[in-house]
T-cell receptor, first 111, second 114 residues
Framework: DAKTTQPPSMDCAEGRAANLPCNHS???????VYWYRQIHSQGPQYIIH???NNETNEMASLIITEDRKSSTLILPHATLRDTAVYYC????????????FGKGTKLSVKP | NAGVTQTPKFQVLKTGQSMTLQCAQD?????MYWYRQDPGMGLRLIYY???????DKGEVPNGYNVSRLNKREFSLRLESAAPSQTSVYFC?????????????FGSGTQLSVL
């Protein structure tokens, strides 16, 4: 699985868009980008995933650069409840075994 | 929809005691996982089961055993608990196939070994 790099922490004002970056410069052609988040003391929650096209669902949008070496998770209108650790993971879809969560980005949404 | 249910939510053990953490999912998922998370650290995979009847070691299997009892249930056993096993334990499941990376997690078991 390709290695990912995320900033350790970010702040965002409530109601503003939160843009969380992820670098995955060694991503291979068949690896997807997955995003999860973990709200304090809860189990991680799947957010979104994509291969090369931008994706949007009810929780967030995922923008993947054309060269696929980086991506951005966008929470369009962050709320206090979005304060969490966000994990960017790269892997071939349908793989078995360890989904490596890394250290993620601690997003703090402030009033 | 219950999703992934873990029991117990909290447990305190003495060194050397044994216990089993229970996990059940009602989503007809093929794959199930046990992770542990220590303070300030990411999740580490202990064991996983890609399908009913199979189990495989993850990153940190020592001191643990697992049983995939049926498609719904995946238990984690500590035979002789040690203080180093103090952690939060999460069970997860995923559909398998091309959506295998979409994991659904339980709410966790906080285990303290004294």
């Amino acid at each position: 699985d390709a290695k990912t790099t995320q900033p350790p922490s970010m702040d965002c004002a409530e109601g503003r868009a939160a843009n969380l970056p992820c670098n995955h410069s060694t991503i291979s052609g068949n690896e997807y980008v997955y995003w999860y988040r973990q709200i304090h003391s809860q189990g991680p929650q799947y957010i979104i995933h994509g291969l090369k096209n931008n994706e949007t669902n009810e929780m967030a949008s995922l923008i993947i650069t054309e060269d696929r070496k980086s991506s951005t998770l966008i929470l369009p209108h962050a709320t206090l409840r979005d304060t969490a650790v966000y994990y960017c993971i790269v892997r071939v879809a349908g793989s078995q075994g360890n989904l490596i969560f890394g250290k993620g980005t601690k997003l703090s949404v402030k009033p | 929809n219950a999703g992934v249910t873990q029991t117990p939510k909290f447990q305190v053990l003495k060194t050397g005691q044994s216990m089993t953490l229970q996990c059940a999912q009602d989503m007809n998922h093929n794959s199930m996982y046990w992770y542990r998370q220590d303070p300030g650290m990411g999740l580490r995979l202990i064991y996983y089961s890609a399908s009913e009847g199979t189990t495989d070691k993850g990153e940190v299997p020592n001191g643990y055993n697992v049983s995939r009892l049926n498609k719904r249930e995946f238990s984690l056993r500590l035979e002789s608990a040690a203080p180093s096993q103090t952690s939060v334990y999460f069970c997860a499941s995923s559909p398998g196939g091309k959506t295998n990376e979409k994991l659904f997690f339980g709410s966790g078991t906080q285990l303290s070994v004294l």
